[in-house]
Structures are given as structure tokens and as C-alpha cells.
């Protein structure tokens, strides 16, 4: 009996519990073990990081440039005397994408991500301590969190919470000479600590992980890589060589297979140039080319270069030698004759196909080890399989047009492809290191000026040095002049600060605009904050919006002027945060709004910048110490409105109470106009019943 009346009461309790921790989301569960059970001094062993996200949810992963944008996933392991890192943690089987948003490539996991750092043992009954920070975003409401947590293994010799000091950085960046001075040297209060094993999850290939929306996804990349074949087709090096494969396997016996075995051999070799440079374009060094001002730099002369050469300037050849050499070995008989013949054809179009395939190659820096063998193969492919087919039935050869103009015309296109694409990356170079030459204004006068002579070229206005006199257009290239002058005309708004928003993947950002008319206009009202706000240096609003990034000194202010409190949890790895920003924020309606009726506050819940040690605190919710500005945020966010999800708008009267409930991520700019409208109105009942 006693069990029955209890049940009742239990039961409405389980319901509050589960309604007050209704909003706190932990949609990535996370989990650890070490490589294998028995370890000894001086083996080299793995510790696994396994991550379960919860569905239509993304974890961001370790290995994309952390200015990017995004939170890129950190590590931070206490030093001790009983082991020492090898190298980095390593996560397995990333996705990788671009997004508009941060201009930029970013990695993560979608369903499970394990994540690996290598190891030394020194010393018998090891232990390893430490924490990591991360964030998951939702695909279908926009929503942002950011975590932390603690991880341990085996028998694990840490230093008591209370005990540590200094900043995150501080303990990350040690090394394995001065880990032991540094516990020799400070009294960290040790103890021993029973690390629980786990049971092993099964992992995922990588070529699998890579989902097939991805706009850089491998399959993508090689349907690139197949055009890019097809191309180099129609190029003046490779097509006269058609001909001389149809006399080459005319009259001779086992043709069928031959003819198959000879464009089976340009495949090989093509992969193999892939498969050579493939272990060079791991993650690491993946990351390294794409944020690194030197190859950035190296890729733009190579990009230039490869222009040069198609625009008639010179011919990118291999030695007459080894050519020369290859094609003594083809009139040799059997298959080793016909492998030689597909390797001369291959030496002597290099000098069309050797700026294709190096683009493909730069292409390919990338991340995944497969990237630039698949490349290749389908680069291959496609260059290969016409080839074949003429070997298969010689009678199609009556059937191609003849050689001519036309060949050094796609010749010549496709360098200046080339050229504009070249700009790509020292773009990324001027923006990673602030040199401030190619401020986006700049970009797209190169890019009008670069795509403007194309058309021209394409109407036979401009003549090159291997240039036939051109007396017709073709509707073909007259098709091709419109296209390409409609893209000038679509460049053109851009220089006056238009977003161009089809195109953010390759332009820099508008932030770089020096005449962007519309942020020149949002810059020049008054202020209309009470005092000037704190952080403010390294902290900012889009769109001309004034406000503060403190809640206590923004709060002060909209009791001193009456208005109602806008906070804005947000982050600076936060894309939804930017794209509410870049699609809501920006509509007048909304900007006017905001400018105007509230007191704006951003609490950035990812700032690292740590606060003097007077302003720190213990949590209530999770009794640790915040540190810093953003964990100190989103402790604030989490106790106040039970919510750890960004972007999260809350509307507070002077008083600090909620005028309306909270909006996440609704890029409809009609609904969150009604959001504010609500809130003004019921700011309006609130103050008419108080007689004010």
C-alpha cells in the first residue's frame, strides 16, 4: 500500500524534474577506451575518443583553421610523467563541406565521429587526464551548444579541480620537457582515480562518411575530375592524337583486346601519378596548404602559370628525350608495345592535359587520402574511354570534325578559367594574414576584366598567338559570349556592395568592401547607447547596430532609458548565429526594429577571453568554476533559461523579466518581426497598468 501511494507523487515529481531539464539538450554522447588491454612501457598505443550524436545533429571536428569560424573541437591533456603525446589527435572519417556563411571549408560527424591521440607509455600503470571542448548544431532548427567535459584513462594521476589554475592554453601548450618540472614544481593535490572500460563501437569507412550533398564531397570531386577529362579532349595536344591511335590498332591481331588494354594503361598511369601524391594530402597536411600563406601563394603562380601556357605563351612539355624514348618502345609487339603507346600519348598531350591535371591535383588537397587517387581515375576515365572506342572501330574516325582554330579556342578558355580561379587562392592568403591587397572590391575588378576579354575573345574581337582568323561566329561560341557577359553584368553590383550571394565560396568578404554604400550609411548614426561597452574592441554587431556585450552593463541601460532588453546568445562559431544575422537582422523591417526599440546585449557563449580572478564563480548548475566571458555566458544562459542551444533570442522588460517567450533559429524575417512586435506591445500593456 505504501508503494501505491507513493507512486503518485514520484510520478508528478519525475514530470517537473523532466520539464525543468526539458530544454538543457546534450545531443552528443561521448565515450572512451584505449587501443588495447595490455600495455607496456615504451609501446605506442591509441586513445579513442568515440562520439554518438543524437540525428539531425553535427559535431565539429578538430582539423579545419580555427579562425575560420566554427568551434573547432580541442583537446587539452594534463602532462604527467606516465605518458608523453605522439603527434595530434586525429579525427577518423570527417566530413568536410563549404559554407557560404564562413567563406571556408569546415570538417564534421554526423552519427557517430571517433576522434585518435597517440601515445608513449613511460611508465607502468599509466594514466592520462584531461578535457575537451566541442559544439553540435542541429540541421533542423539552427540551434548551437557548445560543451565541455573531463575524460580519464586507466589509473589516472590528475590534479583536483580547485587546484588548477591558469588558462586553457596554458596547460595545452605544455611539452614533454617541461611536464615534469611543472608537476614537480607545483603542489596539484594528486589521487588516484579507476578509469571504467568501454565496449568497442564499430567504425564507419571514410569513403562512406562523406555524404553526397557535400558540395567537396569525393563524388562530386570526381565528377569534376570526369568533365576536367572530357575537356582535355578537345584540346589541340590531345585530339590530333585520335588519329594516330586508329592507324596504330588498324590491321592488328587481338585488336579488341588490345584496344582495351591500351586505355586500361592510360588509366594506370594517370592513377599512379594520383597514388604517388596521395600520402602526401592527409588531413594535417590538408589543413596546412589551405590556411598556410606559402602554398597558397605557390598555387596562385601555378594557377597563373598554367594561364600563361594555355594563352599561347609557352608549352609546358617533357623532355624530347624521354618521349622520344617511349615511342621506340611502342613499336615493340604484344601488350608491353601497347602499355608504351598509351604512356607516349600521355607524354606527348601533357603539354594541354599537364595544367588540367595539376589543377586537379591542387584540387585535391583536400583531406582524404582517396581524394586525389579518385581524382585521377576518373580524370583518366573520361580521357581514356574515347580513346579506347576509336581503337575498338577505327570506321568512327570519318565521323569527327576536322582539326583546327576551334582546338586552341577551348584551349584558351579554359586559361582563363584558370586565371580567375587563381585569385581563389591568394585571396586566401591576403585574408588569413590581413595584408589588405585584394580587398574584395579589388577581386571583382580582376574577375570583370578577366571574364569581359573572355566574351570578347569568344566573339573573336581578341586574336592570340596560335589564333585562325575568325570571318563567322559559331552559335556555339556566340552562346557561350552571352553567358559569359551575363556574368559580367552580374559581377558589376558587387563592386558597389551588393552580396552576390551565389558566389561567396570564391569572393572575399564583404567586410573588405571600401565603398560598400548601404554599411557606409549604417555607420554614420548617433549613438544611442548609455556608456560605452565593455569589450567592445574585440566584439561587434552586424549591420550597424550599437549595443553592449555585457548583460549587467545592458541591463543598467534599459532601466535608464525605459526599452525593452534584446539578448542574444550567440557564438562565434555559431553559423546559424550568422545566417539569422546575414537573412533576418539585414531585412529593414527587422533592422529598423532593433536599431530603435531595444537595448541590444550579444553574450557571446564561446569567448575564451579569460576574466580577472575576482569575477570568477562556481556554478550552481554543474559546480564548476567560469573562468571566462563565454563560459560564463552560457552558465548565465543555462540557469536563467534553462537553454543551452544558439542562436536563443529573450526579450526582458527594464526589470529583468521576460516580456514574451524566447525564439531560436526562424530565418521566416515575417515571424521574428512579430516577435518583436509582441514584445514591444506587451512592454506597452505593461507600463499603461503601472501608470507610467
Not at 21 to 45: C, F, M, R, T, Y
Not at 298 to 324: D, Q
Amino acid at each position: 500500500m505504501k508503494l501505491k501511494y507513493l507512486s503518485l507523487p514520484l510520478l508528478i515529481f519525475a514530470l517537473i524534474a523532466t520539464t525543468l531539464k526539458g530544454q538543457i539538450l546534450e545531443p552528443a554522447k561521448w565515450s572512451h577506451k584505449i587501443e588495447k588491454e595490455n600495455v607496456n612501457v615504451g609501446d605506442e598505443v591509441d586513445l579513442i575518443f568515440n562520439v554518438t550524436i543524437d540525428k539531425d545533429w553535427y559535431l565539429y571536428s578538430t582539423d579545419f583553421d580555427p579562425e575560420l569560424g566554427p568551434m573547432v573541437t580541442e583537446f587539452t591533456f594534463l602532462p604527467n610523467d606516465y605518458y608523453e603525446l605522439v603527434g595530434s589527435v586525429r579525427p577518423i572519417g570527417a566530413k568536410k563541406k563549404y559554407d557560404e556563411i564562413w567563406e571556408g571549408d569546415y570538417t564534421y560527424f554526423k552519427e557517430k565521429a571517433e576522434i585518435r591521440q597517440t601515445i608513449k607509455v613511460l611508465k607502468d600503470d599509466f594514466g592520462v587526464a584531461g578535457s575537451y571542448i566541442y559544439q553540435v548544431c542541429s540541421d533542423i532548427d539552427g540551434k548551437c551548444i557548445p560543451f565541455e567535459d573531463e575524460f580519464q584513462f586507466g589509473k589516472v594521476i590528475t590534479a583536483k579541480a580547485e587546484a588548477i589554475s591558469g588558462s586553457d592554453d596554458k596547460m595545452t601548450a605544455f611539452n614533454n620537457e617541461s611536464a615534469e618540472s611543472a608537476v614537480g614544481t607545483v603542489d596539484l593535490g594528486f589521487e588516484i582515480v579507476e578509469d571504467e572500460p568501454e565496449q568497442p563501437t564499430k567504425k564507419k569507412g571514410k569513403l562512406l562518411q562523406r555524404s553526397s550533398d557535400d558540395p567537396y564531397s569525393l563524388l562530386s570531386f570526381m565528377i569534376v575530375a570526369f568533365l576536367a577529362g572530357l575537356a582535355a579532349l578537345l584540346t589541340p595536344c590531345v585530339f590530333p592524337m585520335i588519329p594516330m591511335t586508329v592507324t596504330f590498332f588498324t590491321g592488328k591481331q587481338g585488336g579488341k583486346g588490345k584496344a582495351l588494354f591500351y586505355g586500361f594503361s592510360i588509366i594506370l598511369i594517370y592513377t599512379l601519378v594520383g597514388s604517388v601524391l596521395a600520402p602526401f594530402m592527409g588531413p594535417e597536411i590538408a589543413n596546412d596548404l589551405a590556411t598556410g600563406w606559402l602554398p597558397n601563394i605557390i598555387f596562385f603562380a601555378v594557377f597563373v602559370l598554367f594561364a600563361l601556357s594555355f594563352f599561347g605563351l609557352f608549352e609546358i612539355t617533357m623532355p624530347h628525350s624521354l618521349v622520344n624514348s617511349m615511342d621506340r618502345q611502342s613499336d615493340k609487339g604484344g601488350l608491353i608495345g601497347v602499355f608504351f603507346m598509351a604512356f607516349t600519348l600521355v607524354l606527348v598531350s601533357f603539354s594541354c592535359t599537364g595544367p588540367i591535371v595539376g589543377s586537379i591535383l591542387v584540387e585535391s588537397a583536400g583531406g582524404l587520402i582517396l581524394k586525389p587517387i579518385l581524382g585521377m581515375l576518373a580524370f583518366s576515365l573520361a580521357f581514356a574511354i574515347p580513346f579506347t572506342l576509336f581503337a575498338l572501330f577505327p570506321k568512327w574516325l570519318n565521323s569527327l570534325p576536322k582539326s583546327g582554330g576551334w582546338l586552341n579556342s577551348v584551349k584558351v578558355v579554359l586559361g582563363f578559367l584558370e586565371l580567375a580561379l587563381a585569385f581563389k587562392f591568394l585571396s586566401i592568403a591576403d585574408q588569413a594574414y590581413h595584408w589588405g591587397i585584394l580587398d574584395r572590391e579589388i577581386y571583382l575588378a580582376i574577375w570583370i576584366v578577366i571574364f569581359a576579354l573572355m566574351g570578347f575573345y569568344l566573339l573573336g574581337k581578341i586574336r592570340l598567338p596560335n589564333d585562325d582568323e575568325m570571318k563567322v561566329i559559331g552559335v556555339p561560341r556566340l552562346i557561350m559570349a552571352i553567358v559569359t557577359f551575363s556574368f559580367v553584368v552580374y559581377l558589376i553590383p558587387g563592386m558597389f556592395g551588393a552580396p552576390l550571394k551565389s558566389l561567396a565560396g570564391y569572393l572575399p568578404p564583404i567586410s573588405t568592401h571600401d565603398f560598400n554604400v548601404q554599411s557606409g550609411q549604417l555607420t554614420s548614426e548617433e549613438s544611442t547607447l548609455c556608456d560605452a561597452p565593455k569589450y567592445a574592441d574585440m566584439l561587434h554587431f552586424p549591420h550597424g547596430i550599437q549595443g553592449y556585450f555585457d548583460y549587467d552593463q545592458a541591463i543598467q541601460c534599459a532601466r535608464e532609458q525605459n526599452k525593452p532588453l534584446f539578448i542574444d546568445f550567440t557564438g562565434h562559431g555559431c553559423v546559424n548565429c550568422r545566417e539569422m544575422e546575414a537573412r533576418v537582422w539585414s531585412e529593414p523591417e527587422v533592422l529598423k526594429r532593433l536599431k530603435n526599440d531595444f537595448v541590444m546585449v550579444a553574450l557571446y557563449v564561446d569567448e575564451k577571453t579569460e576574466l580577472p580572478e575576482s569575477e570568477w564563480y562556481t556554478s550552481e548548475y554543474d559546480d564548476k568554476v567560469k573562468k571566462s566571458i563565454g563560459k560564463q555566458n552560457a552558465d548565465f544562459q543555462i540557469t536563467r533559461f534553462n537553454n543551452n542551444a544558439q542562436p536563443y533570442y529573450v526579450i526582458l522588460d527594464p526589470a529583468g523579466d521576460p516580456l514574451i517567450d524566447p525564439k531560436a533559429y526562424d530565418l521566416d524575417a515575417g515571424n521574428f518581426v512579430a516577435f518583436l512586435d509582441e514584445a514591444l506591445e506587451n512592454m506597452r500593456s505593461q507600463m499603461i497598468t503601472m501608470g507610467k
